[in-house]
């Protein structure tokens, strides 16, 4: 019988779970839809129970599709800077999922900004006060539950691992954990005084625990035995840096999904400066990796919402359209929650500029698409200028990945080559990765870094950058210029 991992990636739109044999081969793949609610404008959330049972179902249409195997250990990756809250005794959730696309927390944001202490924060995580993350989120979770709960807040990987053994276990990785905003990186720690500025009590919080390493083991999950040890967490992103084999410095990826996650590699925790934060990779045997990041807020979901506004049956026909697009498109900036990296502007609106008569849909539907690539450069380029190492191999993942169209303008757009790898599971393979190191599947990263991959590296065309650059820097302006108007005006 063959023996594989599982490996859990729960994700913002769906949760997927991949069989992943003790060669690196993908043997079967299954996938469940996460609903996704918008209670306010601004706000968005998910269900926690139906977080889990979409992974369940993953799960189980995962093992169907494959091959008769012994599952020697279980990998989750997950969405991350999205938290959730639960009652410790009977682990029913308390309150929803704030997602990382979530804006609620604002106004506390701008607070905390206008008190000065956003340069002493981001000093300790190597993150900027944004409502991205989930520091605030947590506060107002805990002022929204039941005073009389013993209660647990955690990232995802902290709910599914709660699920997976039955509620024995309350952990987290060093990964999710720095994407916290209350997790000291020089320390490896939580931290006291962060916990105290966002009014959080560390008791509630998981424990910290190495990306491979023994999370526990399943104890009640449908369609699995008890005992399977869970031997990786890591959140989707540093999933995906792992998953390539990115392990030299200057190597990165970028992740295209609802959002999009650019991340490099670096030698040494480096202190971020202007647009990008800093964050652990992965942490193995005790020892943290540092990673460069801009997180995308609005990527590749604002393709089926200008694929419907123009009429169009899917984001297949919207490529399709912006491929015929004639010189003179306008700026379009995707900024439906605000902009993240390398802007970080919770206020910035959604707009198209440079319209006139002459404009057409193909154009329309071109800086739509653009609007993918001109993000990424725009993070590539805060991170350059930050970098002690060049920009190494870049490979891109997430669904919209296999689209060769929309990568190819990325590669012109930065310059340089893009390897579109051919399994868009990057995520899910690099936790699988990581479970196999604690299981003793592969030694050590050498042995990772020599399993089979295969892509095709995009060579970067001409491109009139010249003349695109300057349309898309006046959208920005115009977005991050606007001013949400007071009611009647």
Same mark, same amino acid.
């Given at each position: 019988?063959?023996?594989?991992?599982?490996?859990?990636?729960?994700?913002? $739109?769906?949760?997927?779970?991949?069989?992943?044999?003790?060669?690196?081969?993908?043997?079967?793949?299954?996938?469940?839809?996460?609903?996704?609610?918008?209670?306010?404008?601004?706000?968005?959330?998910?269900?926690?129970?139906?977080?889990?049972?979409?992974?369940? &179902?993953?799960?189980?249409?995962?093992?169907?599709?494959?091959?008769?195997?012994?599952?020697?250990?279980?990998?989750?990756?997950?969405?991350?800077?999205?938290?959730?809250?639960?009652?410790?005794?009977?682990?029913?959730?308390?309150?929803?999922?704030?997602?990382?696309?979530?804006?609620?927390?604002?106004?506390?944001?701008?607070?905390?900004?206008?008190?000065? /202490?956003?340069?002493?924060?981001?000093?300790? $995580?190597?993150?900027?006060?944004?409502?991205?993350?989930?520091?605030?989120?947590?506060?107002?979770?805990?002022?929204?539950?039941?005073?009389?709960?013993?209660?647990?807040?955690?990232?995802?990987?902290?709910?599914?691992? /709660?699920?997976?053994?039955?509620?024995?276990?309350?952990?987290?990785?060093?990964?999710?954990?720095? =994407?916290?905003?209350?997790?000291?990186?020089?320390?490896?720690?939580?931290?006291?005084?962060?916990?105290?500025?966002?009014?959080?009590?560390?008791?509630?919080?998981? &424990?910290?625990?190495?990306?491979?390493?023994?999370?526990?083991?399943?104890?009640?999950?449908?369609?699995?035995?008890?005992?399977?040890?869970?031997?990786?967490?890591?959140?989707?992103?540093?999933?995906?840096?792992?998953?390539?084999? @990115?392990? #030299?410095?200057?190597?990165?990826?970028?992740?295209?999904?609802?959002?999009?996650?650019?991340?490099?590699?670096?030698?040494?925790?480096?202190?971020?400066?202007?647009?990008?934060?800093?964050?652990?990779?992965?942490?193995?045997?005790?020892?943290?990796?540092?990673?460069?990041?801009?997180?995308?807020?609005?990527?590749?979901?604002?393709?089926?919402?200008?694929?419907?506004?123009?009429?169009?049956?899917?984001?297949?026909?919207?490529?399709?359209?912006?491929?015929? @697009?004639?010189?003179?498109?306008?700026?379009?900036?995707?900024?439906?929650?605000?902009?993240?990296?390398?802007?970080? /502007?919770?206020?910035?609106?959604?707009?198209?500029?440079?319209?006139?008569? #002459?404009?057409?849909?193909?154009?329309?539907?071109?800086?739509?698409?653009?609007?993918?690539?001109?993000?990424? /450069?725009?993070?590539?380029?805060?991170?350059?200028?930050?970098?002690?190492?060049?920009?190494? =191999?870049?490979?891109?993942?997430?669904?919209?990945?296999? #689209?060769?169209? *929309?990568?190819?303008?990325?590669?012109?757009?930065?310059?340089?080559?893009?390897?579109?790898?051919?399994?868009?599971?990057?995520?899910?393979?690099?936790?699988?990765?990581?479970?196999?190191?604690? *299981?003793?599947?592969?030694?050590?990263?050498?042995?990772?870094?020599? *399993?089979?991959?295969?892509?095709?590296?995009?060579?970067?065309?001409?491109?009139?950058?010249?003349?695109?650059?300057?349309?898309?820097?006046?959208?920005?302006?115009?977005?991050?210029?606007?001013?949400?108007?007071?009611?009647?005006?």
């Amino acid at each position: 019988m063959t023996t594989a991992i599982l490996a859990i990636d729960q994700g913002t $739109t769906n949760s997927k779970a991949v069989l992943v044999s003790t060669t690196g081969e993908i043997l079967s793949r299954g996938s469940s839809p996460v609903g996704i609610e918008h209670p306010q404008p601004g706000w968005v959330e998910q269900s926690p129970p139906r977080i889990w049972s979409s992974v369940q &179902e993953a799960i189980a249409a995962c093992l169907d599709a494959g091959p008769d195997a012994e599952i020697i250990g279980i990998a989750i990756s997950n969405q991350r800077e999205s938290v959730t809250i639960w009652d410790a005794d009977d682990g029913q959730p308390l309150g929803p999922v704030v997602s990382w696309q979530c804006r609620r927390t604002a106004p506390v944001c701008a607070d905390l900004t206008a008190a000065g /202490h956003a340069p002493h924060v981001q000093a300790l $995580t190597g993150l900027p006060i944004d409502p991205m993350f989930p520091g605030p989120k947590m506060r107002w979770l805990l002022d929204r539950a039941p005073a009389s709960r013993r209660v647990r807040l955690g990232t995802i990987d902290a709910w599914l691992v /709660h699920c997976l053994t039955g509620g024995a276990v309350h952990a987290c990785d060093a990964a999710n954990a720095a =994407r916290s905003q209350l997790y000291d990186l020089g320390r490896q720690e939580w931290s006291d005084e962060l916990c105290t500025l966002f009014g959080v009590p560390k008791t509630v919080l998981p &424990e910290v625990r190495d990306s491979a390493s023994r999370f526990g083991e399943t104890k009640g999950v449908t369609g699995l035995p008890d005992g399977i040890p869970i031997c990786a967490a890591i959140g989707d992103s540093h999933a995906a840096l792992f998953g390539h084999r @990115a392990f #030299n410095s200057g190597d990165g990826k970028v992740t295209f999904g609802t959002g999009s996650s650019i991340m490099m590699a670096l030698p040494e925790f480096i202190a971020p400066q202007q647009g990008i934060t800093t964050t652990i990779a992965w942490s193995i045997n005790g020892r943290p990796t540092y990673a460069f990041e801009g997180n995308i807020l609005v990527s590749a979901s604002a393709l089926p919402w200008m694929a419907d506004m123009l009429g169009l049956p899917d984001v297949q026909a919207l490529t399709e359209l912006a491929k015929t @697009a004639a010189p003179g498109c306008p700026g379009f900036v995707p900024a439906f929650v605000g902009l993240g990296s390398p802007y970080w /502007h919770a206020d910035a609106r959604a707009l198209f500029s440079g319209i006139t008569f #002459n404009t057409t849909r193909a154009q329309m539907a071109r800086a739509v698409t653009d609007s993918m690539a001109f993000q990424v /450069h725009d993070v590539l380029a805060a991170m350059m200028a930050q970098s002690p190492a060049p920009l190494g =191999r870049l490979y891109a993942d997430g669904g919209p990945s296999k #689209n060769t169209f *929309l990568m190819q303008c990325v590669a012109d757009m930065i310059g340089h080559p893009l390897i579109q790898c051919d399994a868009p599971e990057a995520s899910a393979l690099g936790a699988a990765y990581l479970a196999g190191l604690t *299981l003793g599947v592969w030694p050590d990263l050498a042995a990772v870094a020599a *399993l089979p991959h295969s892509g095709t590296t995009l060579q970067p065309q001409a491109w009139d950058r010249a003349a695109r650059l300057p349309v898309w820097q006046d959208a920005i302006y115009r977005s991050t210029a606007s001013v949400p108007m007071d009611n009647g005006e």
